[in-house]
């Protein structure tokens, strides 16, 4: 267990529709990453929260977008939902927001649009 | 862009035996590389990492080797077992990528009882 928590498990929806995926990261982690992983693209970074801020931007589309909040917990939503959206999404947490911070990933979101 | 990529897809391998797994990596910026293990319903989970002012580095039956001259990473386990079958990703960090991590496509190891 890698004490970084994520909900839900799974969630199907349908087309068009939105989703927010949370995740609360390790105690006393500060650092939040979303990562994508889809089985033609593999694993993909997303984006970077560090206390509050955003700090790093991936091939994150325009229809999501992530918070973290003061509780450092973070919230990934994904709006307008396609077929393509269909993957497990990953948190991962870290102590600080730098290069050589080991990441430590949740279970995932398994996400199925119909 | 540029990214990790792994030699081989697929190893497979006898119980007890050793098991070598590797990686290529073009971004000559990268300084810190990541092995996770990620098995079938689960998340990423951390192996063993390296920073690039080191050359090698040794776990508990694990060992990562760093060559930077030819920009190639490889996990070695020793006497590896069933609970060792999973999916194997390289992922390296550095230069401007801050915090992102960019993994390889994975090495799915399977081992054989």
């Known amino acids: 267990d890698s004490g970084v928590t994520q909900t839900p498990k799974h969630l199907i929806t349908a087309t068009g529709q939105r989703v927010t995926l949370r995740c609360s990261p390790r105690?006393?982690?500060?650092?939040v990453y979303w990562y994508q992983q889809s089985l033609d693209q593999g694993l993909q970074f997303l984006i970077q929260?560090?206390?509050?801020?955003?700090?790093a931007k991936g091939n994150i589309l325009e229809r999501f977008s992530a918070q973290q909040f003061p509780d450092l917990h973070s919230e990934l939503n994904l709006s307008s939902l396609e077929l393509g959206d269909s993957a497990l999404y990953f948190c991962?947490?870290?102590?600080?927001?730098?290069?050589?911070?080991?990441?430590?990933f949740g279970p995932g979101t398994r996400l199925t649009v119909l | 862009g540029e990214s990790v990529g792994l030699h081989l897809p697929t190893l497979s391998v006898q119980e007890g035996d050793n098991s070598i797994i590797n990686c290529a990596y073009s971004?000559?910026?990268?300084?810190?590389f990541i092995w996770y293990k990620q098995e079938s319903g689960k998340g990423p989970q951390f192996i063993i990492d390296?920073?690039?002012?080191?050359d090698k580095r040794q776990g508990q039956r694990v060992t990562v080797l760093l060559n930077k001259t030819v920009k190639h990473l490889s996990l070695q386990i020793a006497a590896t077992q069933p609970g060792d079958s999973a999916v194997y990703f390289c992922?390296?960090?550095?230069?401007?990528?801050?915090?992102?991590?960019?993994f390889g496509q994975g090495t799915i190891l399977t081992v054989h009882p």
């Open positions: 991962a947490s870290s102590g600080g927001p730098g290069l050589m911070n080991t990441q430590y």
């Open positions: 105690s006393g982690d500060l650092s």
């Open positions: 929260y560090y206390n509050g801020e955003e700090r």
């Open positions: 971004n000559s910026a990268s300084d810190y």
């Open positions: 390296i920073r690039s002012n080191m």
């Open positions: 992922a390296e960090t550095g230069g401007t990528s801050y915090g992102k991590l960019t």
